[in-house]
């Protein structure tokens, strides 16, 4: 019966010990992220209690035909328009669920001028999949994208 229980104990141990393992870390998102198409780079934060920003940090090309810094034509806020898009915060509020999702967060395309809901996820590979969009039947339809890590 002794044999039995050290054995259940040793299980329940090694089954723990890999669940804690298997949640990962939240922080394993904060650091610079080159996108999809290899045109910017975010960096990530922490901005709060378990919760992730980003702004964007580097651009292939960070000025216009005239020489200017890009800004922010595309945003529906006028006033928003001379806002450079070098710097800009273009990730909020992304909470992390204790497992492996960043969720609540929004994602906002300079290119199009438009904020989507979004979450956030590590693959196993080490790149970070974003899924931006509009919930309908809980589902989140949109665009989806993979960074990597920026050297």
Not at 112 to 135: C, H, N, P, R, W
Request: proline fraction near 2%; charge should be negative.
């Amino acid at each position: 019966m002794q044999i039995k229980q050290l054995f259940s104990l040793c299980l329940f141990a090694i089954l723990s010990h890999m669940a804690v393992y298997a949640l990962g870390n939240a922080d394993d998102v904060v650091g610079v992220w080159l996108t999809e198409d290899g045109d910017a780079k975010i960096e990530i934060y922490n901005c709060g209690d378990k919760t992730y920003c980003g702004k964007i940090v580097w651009l292939l090309e960070p000025n216009d035909s005239n020489g200017d810094p890009k800004t922010d034509q595309n945003n529906p806020d006028s006033a928003k328009h001379g806002q450079a898009i070098l710097g800009m915060e273009m990730m909020k509020n992304f909470v992390y669920d204790g497992e492996k999702y960043y969720n609540e967060g929004s994602i906002y395309d300079a290119k199009e001028g438009k904020a989507y809901d979004g979450y956030v996820t590590m693959q196993e590979d080490g790149s970070l999949y974003l899924k931006g969009g509009y919930k309908v039947f809980g589902m989140m339809v949109g665009k989806s994208s993979t960074w990597t890590r920026a050297k």
